[in-house]
């Protein structure tokens, strides 16, 4: 006769051979590695909280310490590979298995490791698609997670930075899982309670606070004048032509440009109240002068971010905060907002092929797509309309028929990039890297960010290619090289073709925008320094330590 | 003329048909790393003479198709246009040139 709840024996045993090292829930910092050579067992699914922001680093370590003659074969689930001790468990023999989203700090040393046999990659995901996992077939045995504090009953105070941690607890604790938590503090009350203390097993009090990293800052100090030219653009040929009034913009200086512009040139076109006033975005500082003169009005966050907690506290009419003020940020459901609910997503990416494929991997680095595919992607579960969607929908099916002409709209996918990166790195490409990293990770897809089918337009400094209105490969193609500037791919377009594409709006040169070049100057920037953007905010921004150069 | 130790020197010309007259010199840019000055004056030749002077050695076929795109879109002549660069790229080179055009349009 089948034992139907093996894995309600299995946690109460864990569960006895952990309790002589907790008093109620708490469990001292230097019985860290015994708790979890206490809980873990050969072979287990262990979801180590780790995002490209909120980093369980405490535990991390910990479990770098463990025996691995008691506890190997892990297998690794988790949205971040940022840490060294990400990749030291692997190293060390405890773990053998990994299923994971981003690996951006730690990409080269993953690319050796499989190149070594240390470790074996089920997959490679999206954020969402990893979350969605854990429900299906990757749920945690244990997950090691991050807060900012706790009180005696384990209930769970994560801050502004709640981020990754709702997804993991809820995952493993309602499937007889394990949940530990690292805590900044022990406290009496908490401020609100994030994650309720009957999900939560164990608390560790960490002898020091967990790294958050302030990624999405960007000081504008160092944005360029050409990125000031792609942001008119942008705002001129994508913004006000759709209507964009919901939507994401990806990390990096050339979306910092766009924030920075709207309050400007956006200003200028007559466009406030007219786009960017709903945004599934972190709080990114580069957006303060634009809420400053009344552009936005709703911001849903995946994180916070350093510096911005007195800000976001003083606006609460445009952020998500609790009622204690601080910040409520939830990835999975912000990248859920992201893909569904979002009209436009614009972001940069390092290389871009002849089917407008675009893809950040680089060879000898295997460094995944975080939450980049989710949101660049044709939502094709979306059936609710908007201005913006309907009409990109209507280009890119227009003259269609059947299935493919079946009227629906469309989510605006904008690849942003400059002809040449640094160093003069094409950024057009005849074969992106991601087929040779493939190969050699013997991967069964090549790791393309966002699919050259999902790509409505690129934009670069030689203009706009609306790739939704091509009909055919050879347009597209030729499409593609008319922006690529002098690239190899730019300087091989066919020029009647692509003068032919011009002719009918298929390319639009910034002179064909309206765009003129002369704006196009760092004195356009609503803020043009750090200092700038605390000016803004009225004093509530606080930038990092690194950050202040003034 | 003198060239400084390092610097590659370019020379293009391109027959023009839209006589600029006569204008103030157009000076835009600054010369800095990636950056490039540029300075666009009246020249007796009805021509668009182009002379270059970069840092960066071994770019001049991107600097011709460059030329000839900016010459193809404006077909200047009567102009002479000279470029202190120091490693500016293709982008930054185009967008300097139509300030420069945009100045005396």
Not at chain 1, 121 to 146: C, K, M, N, Q, S
Not at chain 2, 16 to 37: C, D, H, I, Q, Y
């Amino acid at each position: 006769m089948r034992n139907w709840s093996s894995s309600a024996d299995s946690r109460r045993e864990r569960l006895s051979r952990a309790a002589p090292l907790a008093l109620h829930k708490q469990v001292p910092a230097a019985q860290t590695v015994a708790l979890l050579e206490a809980v873990l067992q050969p072979g287990d699914r262990v979801c180590l909280e780790g995002n490209n922001q909120k980093q369980a680093d405490f535990l991390a370590h910990a479990l770098t310490q463990v025996d691995p003659r008691r506890v190997h074969d892990l297998h690794m689930v988790q949205s971040v590979l940022a840490l060294p001790e990400h990749l030291d468990v692997f190293e060390n023999g405890i773990a053998s298995r990994l299923d994971f989203s981003f690996s951006g700090p730690q990409a080269a040393r993953l690319a050796q490791l499989v190149s070594a046999g240390r470790l074996r990659i089920g997959a490679i995901h999206t954020y969402l698609e990893l979350f969605a996992r854990y429900f299906v077939d990757l749920t945690p045995r244990v997950a090691l997670i991050a807060a900012q504090a706790a009180d005696a009953d384990g209930n769970l105070f994560t801050g502004p930075n709640t981020e990754d941690t709702p997804a993991i607890v809820e995952a493993a604790a309602f499937s007889r899982g394990i949940v530990i938590a690292q805590v900044n503090e022990i406290v009496d009350t908490l401020p609100r309670i994030d994650v309720p203390g009957g999900w939560v097993d164990f608390v560790v009090l960490a002898p020091t606070h967990n790294l958050i990293e302030p990624l999405f800052t960007r000081d504008p100090a160092k944005i360029s004048e050409i990125q000031v030219l792609m942001a008119m653009m942008a705002i001129k040929g994508i913004y006000a032509e759709y209507g964009v009034q919901r939507l994401n913009h990806g990390i990096g200086f050339d979306t910092a440009a766009i924030e920075l512009l709207l309050p400007t040139y956006g200003e200028s076109l007559g466009l406030k109240g007219r786009v960017g006033a709903h945004w599934a975005l972190n709080p990114h500082p580069a957006l303060i002068p634009a809420i400053e003169a009344g552009w936005v009005e709703s911001i849903h966050s995946f994180g916070s971010e350093l510096g911005m907690e007195d800000y976001i506290r003083a606006r609460s009419d445009v952020f998500f905060t609790g009622s204690d003020g601080a910040l409520r940020s939830n990835r999975a459901f912000c990248q859920a907002a992201g893909h569904y609910a979002c009209d436009l997503f614009i972001g940069s990416t390092l290389q871009i092929d002849l089917a407008g494929n675009s893809s950040t991997a680089t060879l000898g680095r295997i460094a995944g797509f975080g939450g980049a595919p989710n949101m660049g992607a044709d939502s094709r579960g979306r059936r609710h309309g908007s201005e913006a969607w309907l009409k990109a929908g209507r280009q890119a099916r227009d003259g269609m028929t059947g299935a493919r002409g079946t009227p629906r709209g469309q989510k605006l996918v904008v690849q942003m990039v400059e002809t040449f990166r640094e160093h003069m790195q094409p950024a057009f490409v005849d074969r992106l890297d991601a087929w040779t990293l493939a190969e050699q990770a013997q991967m069964p897809l090549p790791p393309i960010m966002v699919y050259g089918e999902d790509v409505t337009h690129i934009l670069t400094e030689e203009g706009i290619a609306s790739l939704l209105l091509c009909r055919t490969d050879e347009e597209r193609e030729q499409a593609v090289r008319g922006v690529a500037g002098y690239t190899e791919v730019g300087l091989g377009r066919d020029r009647r073709a692509v003068e032919n594409l011009r002719d009918r709006g298929v390319i639009q040169r910034p002179e064909d925008l309206g765009v003129d070049p002369r704006l196009a100057t760092r004195n356009l920037l609503a803020a043009r320094s750090m200092r700038d953007l605390v000016d803004a905010s009225g004093g509530l921004y606080a930038p990092p330590a690194r950050f202040r150069n003034w | 003329m003198n060239t400084a130790p390092g610097l590659e020197t370019l020379r293009f010309e391109f027959p023009g048909t839209k006589p600029a007259g006569s204008f103030a010199p157009v000076l835009v840019g600054v010369v800095g790393s990636g950056n490039l000055e540029l300075l666009l004056e009246p020249d007796s030749a009805p021509v668009c003479r182009v002379t270059v002077q970069t840092s960066a050695r071994g770019f001049g076929n991107i600097w011709e198709a460059v030329l000839r795109d900016f010459h193809e879109r404006h077909r200047l002549s009567g102009v002479s246009i000279a470029i202190n660069d120091m490693g500016a790229t293709p982008a930054v080179v185009s967008l300097r040139l139509a300030q420069a055009a945009a100045e005396i349009a």
